[in-house]
């Protein structure tokens, strides 16, 4: 059984298309393996002063979207 060519995307190279192969469809298994490891960022983290504020800010929101969506027409 031979399985479907297919051509890559992104450089242009045809690849089989096999059935347990790692990423996209349409790019060939050199394209679609994941880059490097990601930069981990570091967690920020947040003085309580910054959460009670952002706490706020949400609380907020969702009254004023609870408030548009329910409101009543007088």
């Known amino acids: ?8 995307v ?3 190279e045809e690849f089989e298309l096999k059935p347990d192969k ?3 469809a349409n790019r060939c298994p050199s394209c679609s393996e994941p880059d490097a490891e990601p930069e981990l ?19 907020a929101r969702r009254r004023a979207m609870r408030d548009l969506l329910y409101r009543r027409d007088s």
């Open 1 to 8: 059984m031979s399985f479907p060519i297919k051509t890559c």
């Open 10 to 12: 992104v450089c242009g």
């Open 22 to 24: 790692p990423g996209f």
């Open 41 to 59: 960022t570091p967690s920020r983290s947040t003085d309580y002063a910054e959460r009670r504020a952002e706490h706020e800010v949400n609380a």
